[in-house]
């Protein structure tokens, strides 16, 4: 049995999937819980939405607890994004409830004039040097998100690739941002927090983790054990999309236990 760190429902600005049938599914594919982690990007924090999305994504969280929690451990959380755009913002949604898990990502890149998220840029014209600089800046920002915000998890490292690589089919040589992406993962060991591999984009017959198991490699030989698996799930069809298969992944590398997190506090479990 598995538990999903990173879920979005209804109450994520991108998300559709409502809270009930998110849980049924859990009990259909025999999931031990999952985390409710909808967005806060905190770029979009003077909409007064960014702030009260969340408070009724809690409530709903809540009262789904009480509803299936005999059946199914349920965790009521956030991904706050690009919390160093707003610091004080991100601490004020941190001290807004009690939250079990803070998702720590980064959605949007400081490049003037592209600081909109990517999943809504247009790349289509961007030549293979501003495609360097953004990613280089992408790391710099993840890093300083990595070392200076508070969070729990940190979420899918090489996001940007899905869109850049996937979508507009640009060429990115992610081993040239090696040093960059171990300066992440020593700064996330250090801080004794837990680092995320995200399955948003595993297919059937197709794994595709996000980031790489390059990166999961270098991530153990570090030293780092703290690791969770997140569907990202933004419908309920794909609550479980990629998680077994990333267990598969793990297990083929001696990993045999995750954490999740409830009242902000590391629950180990054996996969």
Request: hydrophobic share 40%.
């Amino acid at each position: 049995m598995l538990f999903n760190i990173h879920t979005h429902s209804e109450h994520s600005h991108d998300a559709q999937a409502k809270l009930d049938d998110l849980c049924e599914q859990a009990l259909k594919e025999g999931l031990l819980g999952f985390a409710v982690t909808d967005h806060c990007d905190c770029e979009c924090a003077a909409d007064p939405k960014a702030f009260t999305s969340l408070l009724d994504s809690w409530d709903d969280c809540r009262r789904a607890k009480a509803l299936y929690g005999d059946r199914l451990t349920l965790a009521c959380g956030v991904e706050i994004g690009e919390a160093l755009y707003d610091p004080a913002f991100a601490r004020r949604v941190i001290e807004a409830r009690p939250w079990d898990v803070v998702l720590g990502s980064v959605h949007a890149v400081r490049v003037p004039g592209w600081e909109a998220p990517f999943s809504i840029m247009d790349f289509t014209d961007c030549g293979e040097a501003f495609i360097r600089d953004y990613m280089r800046q992408y790391f710099d920002d993840l890093y300083e998100m990595a070392s200076t915000e508070d969070y729990d998890v940190l979420c899918h490292l090489t996001v940007p690739l899905r869109y850049l690589c996937g979508k507009y089919g640009k060429r990115v040589e992610i081993e040239g941002y090696y040093p960059a992406i171990e300066e992440i993962l020593r700064v996330c060991i250090a801080r004794d927090k837990t680092f995320e591999i995200n399955t948003s984009g595993c297919a059937p017959d197709a794994p595709h983790f996000i980031p790489d198991e390059a990166i999961l490699d270098k991530y153990l030989a570090m030293g780092g054990r703290n690791l969770t698996v997140g569907s990202d799930a933004h419908v309920a069809e794909r609550l479980t999309n990629g998680l077994e298969q990333a267990a598969e992944m793990l297990r083929s590398k001696g990993v045999t236990v995750l954490t999740y997190y409830l009242n902000r506090r590391p629950v180990k479990y054996t996969i």
